[in-house]
């Protein structure tokens, strides 16, 4: 059985070879068809069931195809790298150095991750044939410039690429990326558009792809619109067009990680950025110091000559100079205190030698120009007080006697004013005197104000000696009644002793007998010294009144009582009126 | 607004960048610019009853060793062909620029523009007129006699073809 199928085999062999030979030159189509469906699932079962076999059989092919890929991979990323590595002395060299250390990433994997970081500026859709622009978008930062120029330029600069390649290579190919400095035109056709996606540095392969992808869906929907398109610009697709593609490059551009919104948030990075804005803020707000500081040493420089400096002291601002001038001191406290530093910045100012020196000469002289002044002063008012006082003195002493004057007249006044009182009081007050003093004597009449010694039964019948030892009692009330008239002696006229007697007998001999009972009263009043040298002696009289006026009692003299003794006084009414009058003139 | 895209096609050194230079800008030089390649100009024309931007593309001058490249000339909406008025030769190569222009826009309106007239007498005015009529009188309608120098029938002739792209 075995032996049979390999002669099978042999003959059939024999015979393929020149049919499949023959079904390819006459139905190619056929052929392709019938070896399909039988080797491709056979294929497939073989990969299958044995991989490895496989991968050894096709790595050969395969490997090297592979190969070229990545190597063309990695040769546009080498191309990258390297434009960016030209960029030696860059800015944005510097900056990812910084970068680097920051962060603690190499230089190398940032260079790896900027070359994927293509944003899209702009999007032009242009009509392939015309090359007028249908709808274009574009960020804020691109710089395009009028974008129709632009488009028709693009569309030529392709045009006249695609030609020169064509007419070197027998396939047709398309110019697909134009690149400038670090700016690149990727263009991809499609239809009777093309659209051109403008970069700020390569897009690789997955961009591509995802440009691609956009504009493949632009191009199944617009399709009709793209072919018919007559330059107009109105149209509402074009402006559907245009917001289609501003939306896609800003969602794209925002996934980009160097976009606007980051896919994640990075605390590292930001406390980066805060610290260093602190730090920024930290240093200008010290510089700002510093100038303010500087302005303000400047500002008193310029006002006043002097060279001062701030120093910053523990966090402390002094202002520090030795000035030539003492007077400058105020002209910089005034700087200061207009400032806005005025608290924060203390002063430590001291002066110099000369200046010193002119203070202290400044200084006398003001010393010296006071004295004199006062001086001056001195004299002047020593000059008007002599001046005053000569003007004064006389006046003071006019006005001194005056007042003196007036003084005494008001005195006098006074005293008259007294004396009327007194005057016109006299009597009354005295009599008062009297019954005040006589107020428990038995012989004196409150009526008369008179003493009356009847009842004492002086004198015996017919003699002029009175009774011995009643004496004393009459002496010592007329002592006493002569002592409580004398304050009112100028006004009495006289105090008169009378004696009185009996009608017994001859009325002359009792006239003979009362003057003689009379006068030796007296004299026995005299005997005493007080009553002998009292001032009211000269005012004493005695007067003998005869048998006038006997003592009645029930219709009968008393003979005893009739023989006595009254005093009474006088007052002097004319001399008292006439100094009344005198006094109330004066008034 | 719409656009069109207008061509100008003639020649080395027949006037093309000068005339878009007096039209577009209105102003001249006289120093001679020679065109590398294409140089693209815009141009707001204001027309009877409406506005077009004229995307102007100015094609290198063919010469007998390097030819205009054709790809320029795609998806013209509109051509201007220009001959040297003192160079009779220039006139003569109108015949294949139009055919150029035709292969792939065969229904693209042109004029037929023969610049620097201010280099002619009024006999050679005629002459050459006379001579570009008998030659394509009878596929192009209008022939204009222009001088970017004077500035004389170059505005006539941009808003002519600009009527004639937008059509009837």
New interface residues.
Partial sequence: MQEKDEETISILSRYLAQIISKSATQDPNGLEQALQSIISPVIAKEISENKEKMIDALYPIMGGMISKYVAQAIKELMETINKKIEQGFSVERYKRKLKAKLSGVSETELLLEESADAHILAMFIIHKESGLLISEAHTEESNIGDPHMVASMASAIKDFINDWISSNKAEKEEVQILSYGKDTLYIESAGSVYLIAFLDSDPDYEMRSDINDFFASVVKRYADFFQSFNGDDAAKEVHELSKKMYTYLISHNDRQPDGNNTKSFNPAKWGLILLLSALLFYVGYRLKIYYDMSMLENRVTEQTGEIVTIQNKEGHYILKGILKEASHFKTIQNILSQSPYAKEVGVDLSLSVGGVEKLIQRQKKKLEAQKEMLLKLDNAYQNDLQTLKHQIVPELDTLKKEQTQLKKSLESYKNEKRKLQQLMELEKNLYLALDHAFANNPYYEKRTHSLNFAPLHLFEEGKVEPIGTKLPLVTASFKKYLHVLSPYKPYIKRILILSFSDTKGNAAHNQLLTEKRAKNMLSYFLKDPAIAHSSMRPLIQTKGEGEKLPVIVNGQEDMNASRRIEIQFTLDHDKINSMINHYLEKQ | ?????IVLIGDFATGKTSLIRRFVDNQFSDTYLSTI??K???KIIQLENTTL?G?I?DIEGGTETKPV?K??L????GAILVADGTRYETLEHIAMYRTLLHKNNAKTPFVLVINKCDCLSDEARHTITEKATSMYGDVVKNIFLTSAKTGEGVEEMFLTIASEMMGP
């Fill in positions: 607004m719409i656009s069109r895209k390649g294409v693209i100009s815009k931007q995307m593309w490249n790809t320029y795609i998806g013209a909406h």
